[in-house]
Each structure stands twice: as structure tokens, then as C-alpha cells.
């Protein structure tokens, strides 16, 4: 995922080893927020934020995102780490409910996220083999898709099957059932099933930012529609880092756009830490390169075919709403979000807009 924690966590104090310069340097006064336009007026298709259940309570974050988006997507509370939290007999669709009640009060559509997943389920799923273990691998998508169809616009079905390097496919408990493509195929057709009007994605992540996963992802769709799987969308998760390459992202947009499918730019943020081991580059440096990469991933989305902009997502509206920001990996200086923890535009929000108007 992006930069790897370990070198996250170490971010911080490889940036005071340059002395108190470097970390003076690196906390210059922050920059004056940018003046933008409501983010949902300005992108070429719905603009979505991943929503937390608690968020609702929130009202500044309420505010903030009935201006904004016209879409959500569920973080955490509609997979399988809450949803089975107590097991396959005993499911909790009560906060996916709730987020389901305030997008249709809200105006707002709903993205499901995600149906099947390498990294959960397995607890859920242990001990169970064969026909029950099939039983519950389809009777979990007929339960989840039907539940909310007619509700939700679309669903990641399956969620990051490809390894980080590209070198194929990831072994998880659900290939082991029932092969790397079986899985997936199994589960869009089980998804098909529960929501005949659901658009079906499959949803990865550096695919713009590490070519060989790109390319593994690019032949996995090829292998999938050669195989009649019922997938109709591509999710390219899009959780940036500011030392991407100029172009590539540009580049691969145009690449993955070529199935003719609809694209969901699923989860963008932009961290401004990174993987060197020592990085004296200050705030202002680190915020200019977040805004060409933002812009031009934006710009790129805006060139495709209107029926291919499916939406346009961040992962998160204010930067402490961010997984970035939370727990150990939090350095407390990371602006990977459209706006500030006050609900300010941060230069992000103007690269959003910047390209989407290109
Ligand atoms: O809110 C509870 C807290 O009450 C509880 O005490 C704590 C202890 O477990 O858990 C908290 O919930 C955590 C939740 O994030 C909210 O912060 C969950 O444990 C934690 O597992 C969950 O992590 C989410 C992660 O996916 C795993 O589901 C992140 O928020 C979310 O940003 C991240 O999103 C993923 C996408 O689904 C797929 N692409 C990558 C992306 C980033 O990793």
C-alpha cells in the first residue's frame, strides 16, 4: 500500500536528521487555503468520499460533505471485518444501514465496498470446506448485494487480487477454494445475481504507480471478459505518492481506458511522505509535486470518454479523516485530502480542480 509503513513510521526522524533546519524547513507556515469551488460541481462525473458510520454525528463533516460530494463509499463498515465481526451466523449491517439511510436522505449515491477481499474473511470462513464453505461464500454476496440493491449504484466485488509486484496473482483463502480467476469469476456472477442493476467492479491499487501490477491487473480484466465474467467497471484505487513519475499516471489512465469500461477513480489520496530514506524536501515542495500528480490524475479522468467517467472518490474529506493520519502511522503533518482538519481547501482541492477544468 504506497510507501510501506515501516518507512512511513521512519519518515519523521530521517527528516530531523538533517537537524532542526530540515525540521524547521519541512514545518513552514502553512500555505493559505485555496479558493474552490464545491468539488461536485467541478468533476466531470458524481465525486465521492469514503464515510465513516460516525461521521454523521459529525455535523462539520456533514457540511462538508453534502457541499461537496454526491457519493459515498462505506471505509470499513461493509466488509468483512465489522460485518462478520461475530461471526457468518450473526452479521452487522446496522452502521452500513445507517450510511445507506443518510446517502438517500442526503441525494447522495452509494458505492458498496467490498464484497470479497484477500485480507478478510478468513476467520469468518475458518473451518468451513466444501459445499458449506461454497454455501457461505455465496450466501455472504446474496446477503450483502441483496440487501442493499436498489440501493447501492455499484459494488467493488473484488478487491486487490493482485500481488504488490505484479509478479501475478495473490493466494488467499478464497483462491485456494477456488483458483486465482475463480474466485473472481464466482464472485461477480454471485453479485450479478443479487443485483441485476448494481455496475460490478474490480478494484486494485499502485496500478498507475508500479507497471508491473498494472500490467498483471490490464490481464487479469483481459482474462476475465474473455471468460464471460460479468464485470463492468475498473477501480484504480489511485492512493498516490508524491514521487511518481510525471506522465505515468497520465499514461496508464489511457491504458486501463481502453477495455471501454466505465473507470471509478476509487480511493484518491496523496500522501506527502515517502520511501526515501532521507528527504529534506520542505512542506511547499512536497505540496507542489501532491498538486501535479493530483491534477494530472484529474485531467486524465476528464479526457476519458463520458461514458467511461463512472466517479471520482477520495478516500477521506479532512486529512485527519485519513488512515494516513491514524494511530502510530499518524506524523501529524500529512496532507493527503482535499481539506485541512478545519474543512479548509488544501492545495489538493485546487489540483482536483485544476484538472478536472483542463
Ligand atoms: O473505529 C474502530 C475503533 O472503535 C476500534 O477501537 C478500533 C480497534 O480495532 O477499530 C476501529 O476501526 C478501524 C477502522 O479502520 C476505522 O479507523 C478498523 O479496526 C480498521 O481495520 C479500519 O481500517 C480500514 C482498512 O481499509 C481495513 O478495512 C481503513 O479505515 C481504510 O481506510 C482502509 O481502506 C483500504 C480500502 O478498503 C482498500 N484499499 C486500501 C485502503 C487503505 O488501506
Not at 478478510?120 to 446477503?143: H, N, P
Not at 465474467?229 to 511518481?244: A, E, F, K, R, V
Not at 479523516?321 to 493527503?336: E, I, L, T, V
Amino acid at each position: 500500500m504506497t510507501p510501506n509503513r515501516r518507512t512511513l513510521l521512519a519518515a519523521p526522524l530521517a527528516l530531523c536528521a538533517g537537524g532542526l533546519a530540515a525540521c524547521d524547513r519541512f514545518a513552514a507556515a502553512e500555505p493559505t487555503p485555496p479558493v474552490v469551488p464545491p468539488l461536485k460541481s467541478v468533476s466531470p462525473a458524481p465525486f465521492g468520499t469514503a464515510i465513516k458510520a460516525m461521521q454523521i454525528d459529525d455535523p462539520d463533516w456533514v457540511a462538508l460533505a453534502r457541499a461537496n460530494v454526491s457519493q459515498l463509499t462505506p471505509e470499513w463498515e461493509m466488509k468483512m471485518e465489522y460485518v462478520l465481526a461475530n461471526g457468518l451466523g450473526r452479521p452487522n449491517f446496522d452502521r452500513t444501514d445507517r450510511i445507506a439511510a443518510f446517502a438517500q436522505a442526503n441525494g447522495m449515491a452509494m458505492h458498496g465496498h467490498t464484497l470479497i477481499w484477500y485480507s478478510q474473511g478468513a476467520e469468518a470462513f475458518s473451518g468451513l470446506t466444501g459445499a458449506a464453505f461454497d454455501r457461505a461464500f455465496d450466501g455472504y454476496i446474496a446477503a450483502m448485494a441483496g440487501r442493499y440493491r436498489g440501493k447501492v449504484r455499484s459494488w467493488d466485488v473484488v478487491n486487490e487480487p493482485i500481488l504488490d509486484d505484479g509478479s501475478g496473482m495473490r493466494d488467499c483463502h478464497w483462491s485456494a477454494r477456488y483458483g486465482h480467476d475463480g474466485y473472481i469469476l464466482r464472485a461477480f456472477e454471485k453479485a450479478r445475481i443479487a443485483d441485476p442493476q448494481a455496475v460490478l467492479f474490480l478494484n486494485e491499487y499502485n496500478q498507475e504507480s508500479v507497471p508491473a501490477k498494472g500490467a498483471q491487473f490490464l490481464k487479469l480484466v483481459e482474462r476475465l471478459l474473455k471468460a464471460g465474467c460479468p464485470l463492468q467497471g475498473l477501480g484504480l484505487q489511485s492512493h498516490l505518492w508524491i514521487d511518481i513519475p510525471e506522465g505515468v499516471i497520465a499514461a496508464y489512465m489511457r491504458k486501463i481506458g481502453q477495455f471501454g469500461l466505465p473507470i471509478h477513480v476509487s480511493e484518491l489520496d496523496c500522501t506527502l511522505r515517502t520511501d526515501r530514506r532521507l528527504d529534506f524536501r520542505g512542506q511547499a515542495d512536497r505540496l507542489a509535486a501532491q498538486g501535479a500528480r493530483v491534477t494530472e490524475l484529474a485531467s486524465a479522468f476528464a479526457a476519458l470518454p463520458k461514458v467511461q467517467q463512472f466517479a471520482f472518490t477520495v478516500w477521506g474529506l479532512r486529512d485527519t479523516d485519513s488512515w494516513y493520519r491514524q494511530g502510530a502511522k499518524d506524523d501529524g503533518r500529512d496532507k493527503p485530502l482535499p481539506f485541512d482538519s478545519f474543512g479548509r481547501p488544501n492545495p489538493i482541492a485546487a489540483a482536483l480542480a485544476a484538472g478536472f477544468q483542463d
